[in-house]
């Protein structure tokens, strides 16, 4: 039998994941390994808002079919699997920690229609496991998008123009966001330029799975 970790996932599948081994460190896409650069050619010509991204795995198989799983069949189960995975990581990778966890809100009625956050799902053990604060309420998406996979990469910023309002004005000079899965980056990155213009110095960005590119799209 195969040896399990105290994550319950057996360290022979463990490795089996599609890990995200060099990466740029502003927005997590996978760079050539050994480069001297740490930033992709995107981050050098125009950098995003946030500060940098942790993200430790592509998505691609067999990781994929665990996200969704979570985001789109309700095995609410894998989130804990998942958002220990990235706790690891990031205590692994990271210092020092964020002073709050912010996950990626859903529009209300989206969140009605699916029952529950996939974001904050991920988010909770993450926050336990790190001892960080999560602030579930501290943002909020006030405008129903269209799914970022059905626009071209033009689209996708216009789309989520004026989506996300700061509940409140933010305590914190530095916190993380968090959501499942990057793929062009829009989302973060928007939901990061929010909280720079009420206050926020530092914003990172922490998923479990980078797409680009040359990866399947999943969000």
């Known amino acids: 039998m195969a040896e399990s970790n105290h994550l319950g996932i057996c360290n022979a599948c463990e490795q089996a994941l599609p890990h995200n081994l060099s ?16 930033l992709c050619g995107q981050c050098l010509d125009s950098a995003p808002p946030g500060h940098r991204a942790c993200v430790p795995y592509l998505y691609a198989a067999p990781l994929d079919a665990l996200l969704t799983g979570l985001k789109f069949r309700q095995q609410l189960y894998y989130a804990r699997l998942l958002g220990g995975l990235l706790a690891r990581h990031l205590q692994e990778n990271l210092t020092p920690y964020p002073e709050c966890i912010v ?9 009605r229609q699916r029952g ?7 988010a909770r053990p993450v926050a336990r496991i790190l001892g960080i604060k999560l602030e579930k309420n501290l943002v909020r998406r006030i405008r129903r998008t269209r799914p ?9 910023a216009a789309n989520l123009r004026h989506a996300f309002q ?54």
């Open 103 to 111: 996950p990626v809100p859903l529009h209300p009625s989206r969140l």
């Open 166 to 219: 700061i509940s409140r004005p933010p305590d914190y000079r530095h916190i993380a966001i968090i959501d499942d899965v990057i793929t062009s980056g829009h989302t973060v990155n928007t939901l990061a330029q929010a909280f720079h213009k009420v206050g926020v110095k530092k914003v990172e960005v922490w998923a479990i799975a980078r797409a680009g590119l040359h990866l399947p799209a999943q969000t």
């Open 148 to 156: 970022q996979t059905e626009l071209k990469q033009a689209a996708r």
């Open 116 to 122: 529950y956050n996939q974001a904050l799902e991920l």
């Open 23 to 38: 990466a740029c460190r502003r927005c997590a896409l996978p760079i050539p390994a050994g480069s001297h650069v740490r």
